[in-house]
Every structure is written in structure tokens, then in C-alpha cells.
């Protein structure tokens, strides 16, 4: 149980729902900021303005998935207020306080170090990670079933990166009955790829591999789609980014050239918030746990 521990939630959307639920069963006491619009009450959790919450109680603090903005923002969909999470709230903190967020950016990683707190990316996560390719495969098959005239099965389908996402990607695509490329640059990654049944090829010779490509779905996080790959595609190819913001594509020659191109940064938490939240909520248990023992095992 979280017997005792006093946890901000700051802002987040329908995922950190399931993360309140969870936290407010294992007994922990919430402070809710960015949810003053939110219909449901939890029972040991309070809403709060960030300006009236006290963080020299707090033991852990809750961001949402992308964390901060560049400036410090913290979005919420339950509230119209803005939020700023600042260097001097932290400062503030217990020691031992520390800030879970899904990912991480300059300024969170600035403000966390200046405070000198802990900061745990759960994205960083091998296992939240895996967990969370599951439902943005299932958003990219939402995607490709929405943007296209032809059926998945049978059709050509090139994956760019064989990492966490990739390789679920590519999986149950080829499952679905399509003709499954999968580019990489690391021999052992051609290697898997081949022992999955799939076809590899070396993103070196990428503009070779989608001349006949239907669906183009990129895991890189690096301008890989570029104006000269796009311009070996068929005209009817469907480019779907998953790679995180600015995504690895060219989008502005997509237009020029007409090829649809869909940045689908977030997949999880739009087809799946319930279970995107679940997942996020049981590692996050496990984590406040072990630091509570740990705690209590230095205390004794
Ligand atoms: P990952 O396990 O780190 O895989 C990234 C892949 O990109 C690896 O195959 C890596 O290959 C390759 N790669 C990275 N930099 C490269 C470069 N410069 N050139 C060639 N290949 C490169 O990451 P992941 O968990 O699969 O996530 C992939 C992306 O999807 C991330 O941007 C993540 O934020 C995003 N994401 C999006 C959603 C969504 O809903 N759209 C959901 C989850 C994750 P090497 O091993 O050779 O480096």
C-alpha cells in the first residue's frame, strides 16, 4: 500500500484518470492540480490551484506523458488554467521528492537538476515502453484503415526502425496479411528481421525500398522520410509518423507532392487511455513502493 505518501497529479489527460484511481486504491493522498473541470470525485484526493498547493509535503509529483513544454506548461484537458511548473516549486520539495514524467525535455530536465530532485522518464522504461507499442499499433491499424481505399491485407507495407514500436508494428501488420518490409542499419536487426519472416533491407538503400510501397509507417525519430525518398513513392502511398514530435518525414514535400502524410504522435492515449493509463499506473506503483521501502529501510 501507499500508506502516507502525499503525491501531486499535475494536469495530463483521460490516461492519468486510471493512475488516480489506481494511486487513491493503494491509499496514497492526492493533490489534483489541472482538474478543476473534471465531473468525478476520487476519494483522498483534493483539487487544487498549483499556486495554493503546498510542496514541502510531497513526496512524488505526477506529470502527464509529454511532461513540460519548452516553457514550462503543463497541459490539461480538464482545465482552461494555465499551469507552470517552476525551478523554485521544486526547490521546495522534501528531498526525497521525486518527479515522474513520461518523457523530457530541456526545460524539465534544467528546472529538475537546478532543484536538485530525482527525475524518472517512465518512456525510458523498456517494459512501459513494449506495453505501450500495444495500443499504438492498434492506433496505426485505426489510421491506416482510415486513410486508405484498399485493404491492409495484401498490401505492401514498408517499416522504418526495428525498436520497441517497430517490431509490434511490424508483427501484427504481417499478421493482418500484408507484405511486411522493415528498414534498419544494425546487422542484427536485419538479422531479426529475417527471422521473423519479414523483408529487411539497410536504410542506406531505403529509396530502392519504397517504390512499390502502399504504406510507409515510421518509428524513427529522425528525418529519415526524406524529400528524395518521397519522391520514389507511388502517388497513393500513405505516410504514417509515429516518431515523436517533429516525426521523421518531410511533411512539407509530402504536401508538394501530394502523398497524405499523418504525423500520429500520442496514439495510446487517444484509442486506448484506459489501458494506455493502466499501464503507466502499475509501473508507477511499483516505483513508489520501492522508494517508500527504501525510505522506510534508511529511516530504520
Ligand atoms: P526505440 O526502441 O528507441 O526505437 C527507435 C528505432 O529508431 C530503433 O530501431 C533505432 O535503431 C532507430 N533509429 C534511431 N535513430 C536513428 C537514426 N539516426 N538512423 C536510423 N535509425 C535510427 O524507440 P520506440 O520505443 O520504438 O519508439 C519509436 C518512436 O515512436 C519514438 O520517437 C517514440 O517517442 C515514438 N512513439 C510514438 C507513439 C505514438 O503514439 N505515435 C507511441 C510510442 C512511441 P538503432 O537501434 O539502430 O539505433
Known sequence: MLTGLQIAVIGGDARQLEIIRKLTEMDAKLSLIGFEQLDHAFTGAIKEKIDDLDFSTMDAIILPVPGTTQDGQIETIFSNEKVVLTEEMLSVTPEHCTIYSGISNGYLNGIVKAADRRLVQLFERDDVAIYNSIPTVEGTIMLAIQHTDFTIHGSNIAVLGL??????????????????????RKSEHIARITEMGLTPFLLKD??????????????????????SVISKMPAHTLILDLASKPGGTDFRYAEK???????APGLPGIVAPKTAGQILAGVLIQLLMDDLMERKGKEK
Open 163 to 184: 525498436g520497441r514500436v517497430g517490431m509490434s508494428v511490424a508483427r501484427t501488420f504481417h499478421a493482418l496479411g500484408a507484405k511486411v518490409s522493415v528498414g534498419a
Open 206 to 227: 531505403i529509396q530502392q525500398y519504397v517504390k512499390d510501397t502502399d504504406i510507409c509507417i515510421n518509428t524513427i525519430p529522425y528525418q529519415i522520410v526524406t524529400a
Open 257 to 263: 507532392r501530394g502523398i497524405k502524410a499523418i504525423l
